[in-house]
C-alpha cells in the first residue's frame, strides 16, 4: 500500500503478488494468466481469506482489456445501459427506486451471449476465465465450495460528474445468516479505465467489517433456540417474530476507511459480498467503467430467492390467528354483525359511521380546519392503548415479485374486498393521487397503511396531544416516537422532512429549562438505543431500567424500551439465570398489554417467553422482583398512576378529593411530584374526566 497524504492508503496488488506476476512464466498471449499457476492461486486464496479482499493487476493482457473496452463502449453508445435502482428488502425486488445522489452508476446485465451487442465475443471470454479462477479458488477456500452459480456481468458507468455509490455491501447478511441474506458471496469487479489518475476520483474505497452485532447475534441465537421448543405453545411463531427486533438494532459503522483502490484497466478485484466488506465508489471525474459479477453461495441464494414459503408462511400463520382471536372474542362478546366479526374486541370499525363511535371514552367530532378528529372524554394514561381497528385488507407484500406483480396481488385483494370495506378503502386518502383523480390501491396503501399490530412499535403510537382549551384531549398520533426519536430538534427536522409540518404538542411546545430537560432525556433515551448492542452485559440491566425510567419521566409508554427488555431477556437466558429473564419477560408482557393490548404480537412474544423460562425455572431465587412496587412499575408509569390513582380518589364514593392535578401527558407531569407507586393503589383505567385549563378530575 501506499501512503497517501489524504484519506487511507491506496491499495494496489500486494508485493508478494506482485512478484509471482514477475517470476510467472505465462504470458497473456498464449493464453495462460500469470494468475494461474498454482502458486499464484494460493497466495491468491491465502489473501482473501486473510483480507476478506484481494487486488490482481494485469488480468487479462493489455490488448484483451481493451477490446473488452471497446466493445463495452459500444453497448453504452447503444443506449443499454440505464440508470441503476437501489433495491430493499431481501432480494432488492420489494423496494426498488433511484436516487443519483446515493448512487449514480448507469447499468445494464449481459451473459456476454447478445450477439449484436458483442460481435468479437469479449464478454464471454472475460466471464470464462473469470469462473476459470472461481473454480481454482473454490478447491483452495472452504467458505467458496459451494458458489457454483453465478449472476450475469453487471456492465456500470459511472459518468463523470461526480457520479458515485454511497457505502454498502452487497449482501446485508452474517455468515449467511439473517432475514436480509441474498446468496452473494463474493465480488469480482473487473475495472476497465486505461490512463486512471488519481484526480479522477472514482476510487472504491473499502471499510473494516462492519461490527458482527452482539445484540443481533444473541437474538438469532434466542431465535433459534425457540425453534427447538416443540411442545412450548407459540415458541415457534414467536420466534418468528423476532426479525423486526433484529432489522431494529442498528449495526455500529462509524469506523474509518481501510483503503482506496483506484479503478485501473486491467485490474480485478474480489472481496467478500456480506458485512464483512462495506465499501463506497467515490465521486468520478471521468467516465468510470467496470463490470461486475456476484458469485452466490448455491443454498444461500435458494432460500434468498424462495422465502416466502417459509418466513411468509408464518406471517401468515400470525395473522390468520390474530384473526381468530377477534373472531372468537366478537363471538364472546355477542359480537354485532358479520362485517364486525373480524373487529377486535371493544372495537368498532371508524368507518362508515360518523355519528357514532362505539370506543369508550372518546368521540368523534369536527374539529376547526383539521376534519375529522377524536376527542377524548375520559383520562387516558401515557401510553395507554386508545384503539385498536381490524385491517380492510391484510396484504404481505410479496417477496421476490417483481414490482408490478406485486401490486396487482394488492389490487386483487381490493377488489375481493366486501362493498363496504371497499367503500371505506376507496374513502381513504391518496395522497399520490390528486382529489379529482382516479384513486390507485397502490397510493391508498402507500398513503394509510400500518403494520399490522404494534403500530406503536413502528413509531406510530396514539397518544394524548395535551390539553387544549377547549376542555378536551384531542387524540393524536405520534408521527416520530420510538427510543430513537432524538430531541425537539432532531424531531422537528424529521416531521418537516417527511411530512411538511411542524408539531405543537406539549413536549415541542416546552420552553427554557423544562425544554433542555425533556431534550436531555430524548437525546439520552436514542444515544441508549444506538448503542444497546454494545452495553456490558453486567451493565445491560441497569442501562435498560434507565431507559424505562426516563420514558417514564416524559411520560412515554414503556414499551418503547421493548428491544432493549427483550437483550437483558437474551443476556440472562445466556447465563442460565432463567427465573430472572422470566421476571423481565412479564415485565415486557406488562408494558406491551398496556399499550398495545393482550392481543399484539408483542405481547404474545413476550409472554410466552415468560411462560418457558418461568416452567424451565421453576422457583429460582432469581424470580423475585427487586422492589416491592416492582411488578406495578413496569405495567405503569408513575406519572401515569398519579393522575389515575387521583382520578379514583376522587371518582370513589369515599374518595378525598385531592385537588387539581396538574398532571398533563406527554412529559409535563414530569414536573410534578409523582405520587410514589404501590400495588394496592391500581389505576382506575374508567374514570371520567374532563380536561379544563389544567385537567380537573370530576366525580363520575
Ligand atoms: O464499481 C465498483 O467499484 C463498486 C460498485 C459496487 O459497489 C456495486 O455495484 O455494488
Ligand atoms: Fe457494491
Not at 362508515?352 to 383520562?379: F, N, Q, Y
Request: hydrophobic content about 40%; proline content about 5%.
Amino acid at each position: 500500500m501506499e501512503a497517501s497524504l489524504e484519506g487511507p492508503p491506496q491499495a494496489s496488488m500486494s508485493a508478494r503478488l506482485a512478484a509471482l506476476q514477475l517470476h510467472s512464466c505465462g504470458n497473456s498471449s498464449s493464453g495462460t494468466q500469470w494468475w494461474a499457476e498454482r502458486a499464484a492461486l494460493d497466495g491468491i486464496a491465502v489473501e482473501l481469506e486473510a483480507s476478506n479482499f484481494v487486488v490482481l493487476d494485469s488480468v487479462l493482457g493489455a490488448s484483451t482489456v481493451a477490446s473488452l473496452r471497446a466493445e463495452v463502449e459500444g453497448v453504452r453508445r447503444a443506449g443499454r445501459l440505464k440508470a441503476s435502482e437501489l433495491g430493499g428488502g431481501r432480494t432488492g425486488s420489494n423496494v426498488a427506486f433511484t436516487r443519483a445522489e446515493a448512487r449514480g452508476d448507469s447499468i445494464g446485465w449481459f451473459t456476454g451471449g447478445e450477439a449484436a451487442l458483442w460481435p468479437d465475443g469479449t464478454l464471454a471470454r472475460y466471464l470464462d476465465v473469470l469462473d476459470g479462477l472461481m473454480g481454482a479458488l473454490g478447491k483452495r477456500v472452504p467458505q467458496l465450495r459451494a458458489t457454483t452459480k453465478r449472476s450475469k456481468a453487471m456492465i456500470a458507468c459511472y459518468p463523470g460528474s461526480g457520479a458515485r455509490y454511497v457505502r454498502h455491501h452487497d449482501n446485508a447478511c452474517s455468515r449467511s445468516e439473517g432475514e436480509q441474506c441474498n446468496g452473494r458471496r463474493l465480488t469480482a469487479i473487473l475495472y476497465l479505465n486505461e490512463g486512471w489518475e488519481v484526480a479522477h476520483g472514482g476510487h472504491l474505497r473499502l471499510y473494516p467489517p462492519y461490527k458482527p452485532d452482539a445484540a443481533k447475534e444473541a437474538l438469532q441465537e434466542l431465535q433459534a433456540w425457540l425453534l427447538t421448543q416443540h411442545d412450548a405453545p407459540d415458541a415457534e411463531m414467536v420466534a418468528h417474530t423476532f426479525h423486526e427486533r433484529l432489522a431494529e438494532i442498528t449495526t455500529n459503522d462509524d469506523a474509518p476507511p481501510l483503503c482506496d483502490v483506484a479503478p485501473i484497466a486491467d485490474r480485478l478485484i474480489l472481496f467478500y459480498s456480506d458485512y464483512r466488506v462495506p465499501h463506497e465508489v467515490l465521486p468520478a471525474h471521468r467516465d468510470r467503467l467496470a463490470v461486475t459479477v456476484w458469485y452466490f453461495d448455491e443454498d444461500e441464494h435458494a432460500r434468498a430467492y424462495k422465502p416466502s414459503e417459509e418466513t411468509d408462511a408464518y406471517e401468515a400463520l400470525a395473522v390468520a390467528k390474530q384473526m381468530r382471536r377477534w373472531r372468537s372474542d366478537a363471538a364472546a362478546t355477542g359480537g354485532g354483525s358479520a362485517a364486525d366479526a373480524a373487529a377486535p374486541r371493544g372495537v368498532t370499525s371508524l368507518f362508515g359511521s360518523t355519528e357514532s363511535l362505539d370506543v369508550p371514552g372518546m368521540e368523534l367530532c369536527p374539529i376547526p380546519d383539521k376534519g375529522l378528529g377524536l376527542i377524548a372524554t375520559r383520562a387516558f394514561a401515557p401510553g395507554e392503548r386508545l384503539i385498536a381497528e381490524a385491517p380492510l385488507v391484510l396484504w404481505e407484500s410479496a417477496r421476490g415479485a417483481d414490482g408490478e406483480h406485486k401490486w396487482s396481488v394488492l389490487e386483487e385483494l381490493v377488489e375481493a374486498l366486501p362493498a363496504g370495506s371497499r367503500r371505506a378503502f376507496d374513502g381513504l386518502m391518496d395522497k399520490y393521487a390528486p382529489d379529482d383523480q382516479f384513486k390507485t390501491a397502490r397510493g391508498i396503501w402507500n398513503t394509510n397503511a400500518f403494520r399490522t399490530e404494534d403500530v406503536l412499535g413502528d413509531g406510530k403510537a396514539a397518544q394524548c396531544d395535551g390539553v387544549e382549551r377547549s376542555a378536551v384531549f384531542r387524540v393524536t398520533i405520534a408521527y416520530v416516537a420510538g427510543a430513537e426519536a432524538g430531541g425537539r430538534a432532531s424531531r422537528q427536522a424529521h416531521l418537516q422532512a417527511k411530512y411538511h409540518f411542524g408539531c405543537v404538542c406539549d413536549v415541542c411546545e416546552l420552553r427554557g429549562t423544562a425544554q433542555q430537560a425533556s431534550d436531555d432525556r430524548f437525546e439520552r433515551l436514542a444515544c441508549i438505543h444506538k448503542t444497546l448492542s454494545s452495553v456490558p452485559p453486567l451493565e445491560l440491566e441497569a442501562t435498560v431500567a434507565e431507559s424505562v425510567a426516563l420514558l417514564n419521566a416524559e411520560g412515554l409508554p414503556l414499551v418503547w424500551a421493548k428491544a432493549g427488555m427483550l437483550l437483558v431477556i437474551v443476556q440472562l437466558k445466556q447465563s442460565a439465570r432463567l427465573g430472572r429473564a422470566a421476571h423481565w419477560a412479564r415485565r415486557g408482557a406488562a408494558a406491551a398489554t398496556f399499550a398495545l393490548g393482550d392481543d399484539s404480537a408483542t405481547f404474545l412474544k413476550f409472554a410466552s417467553l415468560a411462560q418457558l423460562f418461568g416452567q424451565a425455572a421453576g422457583d429460582a431465587e432469581d424470580d423475585a422482583p427487586d422492589t416491592p412496587d416492582d411488578a406495578g412499575r413496569w405495567a405503569w408509569l408513575p406519572a401515569a398512576r398519579a393522575v389515575c390513582a387521583a382520578a379514583k380518589d376522587v371518582a370513589a364514593p369515599n374518595g378525598a378529593h385531592h385537588g387539581a392535578q396538574h398532571a398533563a401527558p406527554n412529559g409535563a407531569a414530569a414536573d410534578a411530584d409523582p405520587a410514589p407507586p404501590s400495588d394496592a393503589d391500581e389505576p382506575s383505567m374508567h374514570s371520567v374526566y374532563v380536561a379544563g385549563e389544567g385537567p380537573t378530575i370530576l366525580p363520575s
